[in-house]
T-cell receptor, first 114, second 115 residues
């Protein structure tokens, strides 16, 4: 089965703790993306990566960090500096060149911080 | 940066009627416009997309139109069915390695199809 997996589906943390969300893809895509979705709102880009060991900030990168050590993996860390971390987090991947620009999304992780 | 506005935020239609969702974008360099459908608690799925060199694209009951001059694009769903009930998002992007294929999303439209 090809696709994107995110784990866990639900995550609960206490305020002040860092937490890492997992994203893995077996689509052999070069590019991976992290989005944040708040209730009743659209998706906002946190970070993206087009190649291993390289990543770029999106529109709302403050309080988040990422790594891209392997092509298939792009974990997102929500740090204690993120002022309002409770949200639904979505990971996506796509090819970069050669046509077919669709971004494929994972099932998401709902993070609740209290 | 790019800004995408989407209207309406909610849309209720009778089964069998048509639904239309409209989006405007701000960056004239944007050249790729996908539409995603999101069901409750799931990730979005692409339902149709259009590139800026095409004015209209159709796939069965779904069609998208693009007006580059006015910088707006629309999703049309005909003969709506209860399974069309979901949240729909439009997005805009500049495709290519230099731009990173980053998507800017509209705020979403919650569509309810009443049987």
């Amino acid at each position: 089965d090809g696709g994107i997996t995110q784990s866990p589906k639900y995550l609960f943390r206490k305020e002040g703790q860092n937490v890492t969300l997992s994203c893995e893809q077996n689509l052999n895509h070069d590019a991976m993306y992290w989005y944040r979705q708040d209730p009743g709102q659209g998706l906002r880009l946190i970070y993206y990566s087009q190649i291993v060991n390289d990543f770029q900030k999106g529109d709302i990168a403050e309080g988040y960090s990422v790594s891209r050590e392997k092509k298939e993996s792009f974990p997102l860390t929500v740090t204690s500096a993120q002022k309002n971390p409770t949200a639904f987090y979505l990971c996506a991947s796509s090819i970069v060149t050669g046509g077919g620009y669709e971004q494929y999304f994972g099932p998401g992780t709902r993070l609740t911080v209290t | 940066g790019e800004n995408v506005e989407q209207h309406p935020s909610t849309l209720s239609v009778q089964e069998g009627d048509s639904a239309v969702i409209k989006c405007t974008y701000s960056d004239s360099a944007s050249n790729y416009f996908p539409w995603y459908k999101q069901e409750l608690g799931k990730g979005p799925q692409l339902i149709i997309d259009i590139r800026s060199n095409v004015g209209e694209k159709k796939d069965q009951r779904i069609a998208v139109t693009l007006n580059k001059t006015a910088k707006h694009f629309s999703l049309h769903i005909t003969e709506t069915q209860p399974e069309d009930s979901a949240v729909y998002f439009c997005a805009a992007s500049i495709i290519g390695k230099a731009a990173g294929n980053k998507l800017t999303f509209g705020g979403g439209t919650r569509v309810l199809v009443k049987p």
